[in-house]
């Protein structure tokens, strides 16, 4: 599979290319039946070369990650090191299957998960569970370490950190990204991970002036003032896709005083785009509008053509699809061969 270019302006770059198509496992129940199906379509995506595999701690009661645990344990270690390239992400209180019933038993989880061992203090806490402590993001590093069955993390995400904002000033969500930032670079330094980044949803798309707006440039700085040039905040994530086309449309982002979109802004300040969601959550794999097939003629289902529509964007380092079902994952390697 052919791998994605991306700027060589930042000697922070990952230094494993990417494959242009990466695969997430963020949807689905957490039940037997679901492991089974990431299982079969993982390997497959695996033996086709796909090597960027995306999830998170919270994905499907932590399950995401243990099935893609079992996976790489099985394709062995050295294969691992040479071509998977493995991204999680923290911020969310990730919960064990069966989740708590109701939201009595959701309080008594976290309190005694989190808030009586010490791991967070309440007042980092943001809607009962949301928290970018240093102490509580370095006790999912080291549990996504323990799920995913690997040394380092190679691209450890804060996870849409811009619920933060829902609740703290926008001087105190900057004070917590920096010691994040901060305690990330320590798991760097200590070999749990190989480098960070933020995975967002709203963050990047919405204007300068929304309460929720996240700047690459103030991130970049963050990570500077952390650790100077040499920082390891390497990645972004964002949604792109047929409906939500602000990264590449709309002007969000400033870098240097110049408006930007933040596929723009990505690539100005060296750091690696990668597209979530390009189908929509599954919602742009069928009925698109005539005009969006016209666009892309030789694709032959709706869902390759919301998928041609992203692979055609510039500053795109890869594209990650939630994938489930062999068949979609052969379909869709295809589609980037």
């Not at 994040?180 to 709203?202: H, K, M, P």
């Not at 969000?252 to 969601?277: K, P, W």
């Amino acid at each position: 599979m052919p791998t994605a270019a991306h700027s060589d302006s930042s000697p922070n770059t990952p230094s494993l290319p990417l494959s242009a198509l990466g695969i997430g496992s963020a949807l689905g129940a957490p039940t037997d039946e679901e492991d089974a199906a990431y299982d079969r379509a993982l390997r497959r995506a695996i033996e086709l070369g796909v090597n960027h595999v995306d999830t998170a701690i919270n994905y499907r009661c932590q399950r995401s990650e243990r099935v893609i645990g079992r996976v790489l344990r099985d394709v062995g270690n050295s294969d691992r090191d040479a071509r998977i390239f493995v991204t999680t992400k923290g911020g969310y209180l990730p919960l064990e299957a069966p989740p708590p019933a109701s939201k009595q038993e959701y309080r008594e989880y976290i309190a005694r998960e989190y808030l009586d061992t010490g791991i967070i203090d309440a007042a980092e806490l943001v809607a009962g569970g949301h928290c970018i402590a240093p102490a509580f993001l370095r006790n999912q590093v080291q549990r996504s370490i323990a799920n995913l069955g690997v040394d380092s993390i190679d691209i450890y995400y804060i996870h849409n950190p811009e619920q933060q904002l829902d609740v703290v000033t926008r001087g105190e969500f900057d004070n917590r990204i920096h010691d994040a930032f901060a305690e990330l670079e320590r798991c760097v330094n200590d070999g749990l991970i190989q480098s960070y980044g933020c995975a967002t949803w709203n963050g990047l798309r919405v204007p300068a002036d929304a309460p929720n707006h996240i700047s690459i440039e103030s991130l970049v700085s963050a990570a500077r003032d952390v650790a100077g040039d040499d920082h390891h905040m390497v990645a972004v994530q964002m949604p792109v896709n047929l409906g939500m086309m602000e990264g590449v449309r709309t002007p969000t982002q400033m870098v240097n005083g110049h408006q930007r979109t933040a596929l723009e802004s990505a690539s100005d300040m060296g750091i690696v785009m990668i597209a979530v969601a390009p189908l929509m959550q599954g919602r742009l794999a069928t009925n698109l509008p005539a005009a969006a097939r016209e666009a892309f003629p030789e694709a032959r289902t709706d869902a390759a053509c919301a998928l041609s529509f992203v692979r055609m964007l510039p500053n795109v380092a890869s594209i990650v699809v939630g994938m489930r079902d062999v068949k979609h994952v052969e379909e869709n390697v295809a589609l980037f061969t």
